[in-house]
């Protein structure tokens, strides 16, 4: 399938974890509220902390190495059972000192049995295997999963999840969703994996080292991005948890625009090196670089603008204290949306496992310091901060050890251009702001005059040609 198909796939599946939440989050946080959606979320991300040691850097691993022999049923088959066996053997002991835990912690004492129930989402994650159908760019078969399964979640939310005590009811939920989406896979992954299953321990071994380094990646990683809201958990209330969800959940949303680009294009990426095709690489990098810039700058800046509405529209009154968060946090979208660039489509693609675990300890030293130091007198704020700070260093030192690498050009006229354009948002903002007082009409009249407003200045002033090549056919059926 073309990287073209793939990325519209990718495109409608980015739509979705848009779409969705919109449906899903204004009324969860508005039955549930801020403290019983801190109760799930700091449950969830203390799991989520078991779960990325235990897959190691198996994620990663697995989309590249499937790539590489996509086209042999023999060697894929092989690999993934590899794979696949590494995983489940430090899943089960991450789970049994997960398990222990939950007994060691007076903080799980009011929800012991929801905690321990959130270990089944450690053990299911084994059977997800989305690194397969990654690997082989079968991003069709994601995409349609997806839908399918998120819409019978969002239609059990919606009939079970009716008053502020039933977290316990939407986390069922959410653990059933995740068992439903890997038994999927597994019976799925039959079409391509043959069913006798092959294992030697010389090829396990093999494995062993490179998913150990990524695994560190990964882990350290996770500190500085999972952990926190860990932290805030442990260190804070289970309030500032729910406010720092709320805020972080629409930053992660924006995010997953650049995401569903940077993941269709490892595959490809991965079969270019093993072609020799530098040049078409570099190609490749430059420009999603210019596809971060021109779309990454006008997102974060709107989304910075439009934090009140966002909220209110989104959240709802209980969930003022998030608007100072996205405003610290919006600047993450486009410093992510670089350093997915730089570490997934460069240091990874090309083997650089030790540099991505050095990116990662840089951002856990920054994280951690900060939250430990700061929570205790700035709560929520203090996390916020953090993300920030963390995402912005390790974007920086990954841009240099990327040009160490790969000699590509940073686009910086392409830069600052469009950080100049974009101030005219503001304005548009403003007059939003100051004659409409609906949430609803204030978010509708700014993205459609911001919309127009950057869609004159990326073609007719910067005249940006991916964007000219995306709006060219709409026009000519205009025409």
């Known amino acids: 399938m073309s990287t073209r198909k793939n990325f519209i796939y990718n495109f409608i599946l980015t739509g979705s974890n848009l779409f969705f939440p919109l449906l899903t989050f204004p009324y969860l946080s508005r039955i549930l509220g801020a403290e019983g959606l801190g109760i799930c979320n700091f449950i969830i991300s203390y799991g989520q902390n078991f779960l990325i040691i235990s897959a190691l850097g198996l994620p990663v691993y697995g989309i590249r190495e499937i790539a590489k022999v996509s086209n042999d049923k023999a060697r894929r088959s092989k690999l993934f059972f590899e794979l696949l066996s590494i995983h489940l053997f430090f899943t089960l002991f991450l789970l049994a000192i997960y398990i222990a835990s939950v007994f060691m912690y007076s903080e799980f004492k009011d929800y012991k049995e929801l905690t321990l129930l959130g270990g089944s989402l450690i053990l299911f994650n084994v059977f997800s295997i989305e690194w397969l159908f990654t690997g082989i760019n079968n991003f069709k078969y994601i995409t349609i999963r997806s839908l399918f399964i998120r819409c019978l979640s969002i239609a059990a939310i919606f009939l079970f999840v009716r008053n502020k005590g039933d977290f316990s009811i939407y986390f069922i939920i959410l653990v059933c969703t995740v068992f439903l989406s890997a038994l999927v896979n597994v019976i799925y992954a039959r079409k391509f994996i043959s069913r006798r299953i092959v294992l030697s321990f010389k090829g396990i071994f093999i494995h062993i080292k490179p998913i150990f380094i990524l695994g560190i990646y990964m882990v350290l990683t996770n500190i500085y991005s999972v952990l926190p809201t860990t932290l805030l958990g442990f260190l804070s209330t289970k309030l500032a948890v729910g ?3 709320g805020a972080n959940r629409i930053i992660r949303m924006v995010i997953s625009v650049f995401t569903s680009l940077i993941t269709v294009m490892i595959p490809r990426l991965n079969q270019v090196l093993e072609e020799k095709g530098e040049n078409e690489y570099l ?20 989304v910075f603008l439009l ?18 968060l996205i405003q610290i946090m919006a600047p993450i979208i486009l410093i992510v949306a670089f350093a997915q660039v730089f570490v997934l489509l460069i240091l990874s693609v090309n083997r650089k496992d030790n540099f991505m675990v050095l990116l990662s300890a840089i951002g856990m030293g920054i994280s951690l310091i900060i939250n430990i130091i700061f929570i205790p007198h700035f709560a929520e704020k203090a996390t916020a901060f953090s993300q920030l700070a963390a995402e912005l260093l390790v974007t920086l030192v990954s841009f240099l050890l990327a040009r160490r690498v790969l000699n590509f050009i940073f686009p910086f006229r392409r830069f600052f251009l469009n950080l100049v354009f974009v101030i005219p948002f503001s304005v548009i903002t403003y007059f939003s702001y100051k004659f409409l007082n609906n949430n609803f009409l204030i978010l509708a009249i700014s993205s459609i005059g911001c919309g127009l407003y950057f869609l004159f200045y990326q073609l007719f002033i910067i005249k940006d040609k991916f964007i000219g090549e995306m709006v060219k056919p709409y026009l000519i059926n205009f025409k």
């Open 243 to 245: 406010y720092y969800y």
């Open 283 to 302: 190609l490749l990098v430059n420009k999603s670089l210019q596809i971060v810039i021109s779309f990454g700058i006008p997102l974060t800046f709107f």
């Open 307 to 324: 934090a009140n509405p966002i909220v209110m529209f989104l959240a709802g009154q209980n969930f003022i204290n998030s608007i100072i």
